[in-house]
């Protein structure tokens, strides 16, 4: 299964497939850094899904311009029917991995937001993507990560373990999704000079909202 179609199809239902499966968590983790955000001007979101915290992004600061990327056609028909009128919003339906980010509408960056998205690759396809965001990433920009993640105590630990299977293997069938264990993102851009400044846990720590600051001088 081509995983854009796969994504496609679960456009319409994603919301309360992530409601029954995790509540309200999944969108607390989003919005936790809005307040963070404020004085932001140019924003990349990469695979928001069905737009919910795009939505929020902008109804809270309506001067933002934001360039949204996703593979996925009917995620982003999702996202631009939520949206306020007026929003400052360019939508491109476009693979992260394929997408020359320094053309894209709004370089360079001073806000780049990955909600849940980073886990769909591998540590070399991060790797690959980071390469064009660096480049495309404004001086002193902020990166917001939302993700999950194995917890490091028992039995939380554990039970993390399984329910990260069954959402790789849930979304395998359902997306055509290849990726099958998390990767150490925080590694990949650690190595190319990003700095974490803050962390958040939820749910014993399954969930975690971080940002990322990186010094670009140009």
């Known amino acids: ?33 809005l307040g963070e955000m404020a004085s932001r001007r140019r924003a ?7 737009g919910r915290f795009l939505s929020e992004l902008v109804r809270r600061f309506p001067q933002i311009e934001v360039t949204a990327v996703d593979a996925s056609r009917e995620m982003l028909h999702q996202a631009a029917h939520r949206l306020p ?13 394929e997408c020359n980010v320094e053309d894209l509408p709004g370089s360079p960056f001073d806000l780049i937001i990955t909600h849940f998205f980073l886990d769909c690759f591998s540590e070399a396809e991060i790797a690959s993507l980071l390469s064009h965001l660096n480049a495309a990433a404004a001086e002193h920009a902020l990166w917001v990560v939302s993700e999950f993640a194995v917890p ?33 993102y925080g590694s990949v851009m650690q190595q190319t ?8 846990e939820w749910l014993s720590g399954l969930l975690v909202s971080e940002y990322w600051r990186k010094e670009i001088y140009r």
């Not at 000079?193 to 958040?200: A, D, K, S």
């Open 152 to 184: 490091w105590r028992n039995p939380a630990r554990l039970a993390g373990k399984l329910i990260i299977r069954a959402l790789y293997l849930g979304f395998g069938l359902l997306t055509g999704l290849r990726t099958r264990q998390l990767p150490d």
């Open 44 to 50: 990349l979101i990469y695979g928001d899904g069905d």
């Open 193 to 200: 000079g990003w700095i974490l400044e803050g962390r958040r």
């Open 1 to 33: 299964m081509n995983t854009r179609s796969g994504f496609d199809r679960l456009a319409r239902v994603y919301r309360w497939m992530e409601y029954f499966s995790f509540g309200s968590y999944l969108q607390k983790c989003r919005v936790f850094r």
């Open 85 to 97: 009128s007026g929003a400052h919003v360019r939508v491109i339906q476009a693979d992260a991995l």
